[in-house]
């Protein structure tokens, strides 16, 4: 079994990479799937929330205020550090247990698709890892047309994350998702016939 570590920055294409790789065959652990599902009322993550910070961080229909959290999270470095402290060990063992169920079922390629790959330290789960960039004014644009942010909190959520430029260091393949999601596609299927991806 291949485990790819696929990550990048917000908004910078690496969901359109991973829908491509899933059409083609691979089996996709997605770190944010895990991390909404643990999220439902009364599940691990939101219970965690709840514990923490009290039931000012839920809606009217008891489900996590996200944008509350990310203003607290994102503006005090003591409570970022909580949040990582808290969720990684959760997310991970709820990947840990996706692996196994894979590596049982004879998968051949398994994509982790985690925005925090290399802050959560979970690279040394994969074999290899594809990095997903584009140039931060244009992140800051996306983020802010996706997600409805003012710049100032398209940037903060940027810098709360490790640098694209450090990811695309460390990675095995950088992957440039600037252009159209059709030239992004292009590149990742050459990619795939370059490392004989079993796919």
């Not at 910078?12 to 895990?34: F, M, N, P, W």
């Not at 004014?137 to 710049?151: F, S, V």
């Amino acid at each position: 079994m291949r485990i790819i570590g696929l990550t990048g920055g917000i908004a910078c294409g690496k969901s359109t990479v991973s829908a491509y790789l899933k059409q083609r065959g691979a089996v996709i652990i997605d770190g944010d799937e895990i991390a909404r599902e643990l999220s439902k009322p009364h599940k691990a993550i939101w219970q965690a929330y709840v514990n923490h910070f009290g039931t000012k961080v839920l809606n009217d229909d008891n489900s996590l205020n996200r944008r509350l959290i990310g203003r607290i999270v994102f503006t005090d470095e003591q409570e970022k550090n909580w949040m990582n402290a808290t969720m990684h060990p959760l997310i991970k063992e709820a990947i840990m247990n996706e692996i196994e169920k894979c590596r049982q079922n004879r998968v051949k390629v398994v994509v982790l698709d985690i925005p925090l790959l290399y802050e959560a330290g979970w690279d040394k789960f994969a074999d290899e890892v594809w990095v997903v960039k584009i140039t931060r004014q244009l992140q800051i644009e996306r983020i802010q047309n996706r997600d409805k942010l003012t710049r100032q909190e398209a940037e903060s959520r940027i810098d709360a994350q490790m640098s694209l430029e450090k990811k695309a260091e460390k990675a095995d393949v950088v992957i440039d998702s600037s252009g159209t999601p059709e030239i992004t596609l292009a590149k990742v299927a050459r990619i795939c016939e370059e490392r004989n991806l079993d796919l």
